[in-house]
């Protein structure tokens, strides 16, 4: 009885794991939730006390600062800082740019090794027009669990050797850890490698390819949650996110926002 117990409860470790992250992803959670940086490795959550306005992270802008991280952008000013993570080419990619560049929308994209090494030609045109291409490692590792900071740095210089082969430029020194995933350790790793860290402050589950959200459910969770200085998530092998990116965009607009891009986020 012991063992079936056991395996039981083995069994349901992942779901709860999921079930946790998609709570701090999608649910409404007191002001008060921590906002310190963790003393161990983390996932990167956020809370939404009052729909319009900027979440409260499991982390502190104030915290972030130290290490050149963010998580927002300028909160006293109307703009939108666009991100997208690429793990592979999934046929959107290029639907995204279009509505991007229609827009004159600048945009950051988060690539692993498979991304440059399978969909080159896109990688190039990301940065012809423009548009940020930053370091999410070349594995997509769980980065919170590498202590050893040649190991940490393999992962990123790896990436970025690619990237200058393929398209002939030095990659931008932004980087995203993969799946959110985190320590204080890694902050001062790849502060000290140059990169500047980028978390988020608006995401929604877009990342199932073989489940997607319709419409509606993408604009129920995107409009609302916009807030002044949104670092917004979104994935590029989205279905939904490729067929409403502009439709999307001209309604934050409407709302009275802009685009600006990573670059612009304000000193610390």
């Keep these: 009885m012991l063992h079936r117990i056991r395996n039981l409860i083995l069994l349901a470790l992942p ?4 079930a946790g992250m998609l709570y701090l992803q999608g649910k409404t959670l007191p002001a008060s939730s921590p906002a310190i940086i963790p003393a161990s490795a983390d996932n990167w959550g956020l ?3 009052n729909e319009g306005q900027s979440p409260v992270g499991n982390a502190s ?3 972030l600062a130290q290490y050149d991280a963010w998580f927002l952008g300028n909160t006293e000013e109307k703009v939108i800082y666009l991100t997208f993570d690429c793990g592979y080419e999934n046929g959107y990619t290029e639907k995204i740019l279009d509505a991007l560049k229609k827009h004159n929308a600048p945009a950051a994209f988060f690539v692993v090794g498979n991304m440059i090494e399978t969909a080159p030609e896109i990688i190039r045109r990301m940065a012809e027009e423009g548009h940020i291409v930053g370091n999410h490692t070349f594995h997509h590792p769980d980065m919170s669990a590498i202590s050893d900071q040649a190991a ?3 992962e990123l210089d790896s990436l970025a050797a690619l990237y200058q082969e393929t398209t002939g430029k030095e990659l931008p020194r932004f980087y995203r850890p993969p799946q959110g995933k985190y320590s204080e350790e890694n902050l001062k790793q790849a502060q000290a490698l140059g990169y500047r860290t980028v978390f988020w402050s608006l995401a929604y589950v877009d990342w199932y390819t073989d489940n997607q959200p319709t419409a509606e459910q993408a604009y129920g969770k995107l409009l609302p949650r916009i807030h002044d ?3 917004v998530l979104l994935h590029s092998t989205s279905k939904t996110n490729a067929d409403i ?3 999307l965009l001209t309604k934050w607009e409407d709302m009275g926002y802009h685009f600006a891009s990573l670059e612009e986020l304000p000193e610390k």
């Design 15 to 18: 779901c709860l794991f999921l």
């Design 47 to 49: 809370s939404f006390p």
């Design 61 to 63: 802008a104030e915290a």
């Design 152 to 154: 940490f740095q393999k």
């Design 229 to 231: 200085g949104a670092i």
């Design 245 to 247: 990116l502009d439709e």
